[in-house]
């Protein structure tokens, strides 16, 4: 229905009067009805961005850490729509001490890295490996990972 653009403006009101209900779904005991909620929070994402607040998005966040590996998952592929966007310009210019250019995956396992260490959920790194390991590629771009290893970061780059 959000994908419509007939019905998009018809779908505003409803989701700002229903949006509170709607995220506090994704908590739901019912794994299904989480599952759910977090896909119908993603096409809210993709297609109202601006009807979610920060605090609502927090609540998904999060989700990435349950044990429920669908509902793991589906707030994996929500980081993925919010936080994990592939941007080529952000490594155009981006060099290693010695030159060589970074991969295009970099800004994206650093900001992987970063949201794991905000999250203070650091005994439970392999369900966020988990839930995004199916869905982003970059998961497994060794090549990126060893480079960001080995490598010095260049002058253009935080140490």
């Not at 994990?84 to 994206?108: I, M, Q, S, Y």
């Not at 949201?115 to 497994?140: A, C, Q, R, T, W």
């Amino acid at each position: 229905l959000y994908a419509s653009e007939e019905l998009k403006g018809k779908l505003e009101l409803f989701t700002s009067k229903f949006k509170d209900r709607i995220v506090s779904m994704t908590l739901d005991k019912e794994f299904d009805v989480a599952v759910e909620a977090v896909k119908l929070v993603i096409s809210i994402l993709k297609f109202h961005q601006e009807i979610l607040s920060d605090k609502d998005c927090e609540h998904v966040y999060e989700l990435v850490y349950s044990s429920h590996r669908a509902v793991a998952q589906a707030a994996g592929e929500f980081l993925n729509e919010r936080l994990f966007l592939p941007d080529e310009e952000a490594v155009r210019d981006l060099r290693t001490k010695r030159g060589k250019k970074r991969l295009p995956n970099t800004p994206l396992i650093r900001d992987l890295v970063q949201f794991f260490i905000e999250s203070e959920l650091h005994e439970h790194g392999s369900y966020l490996v988990d839930s995004l390991i199916e869905s982003n590629p970059m998961m497994k771009d060794w090549e990126c990972m060893t480079d960001l290893l080995i490598e010095e970061p260049g002058p253009m780059e935080e140490g």
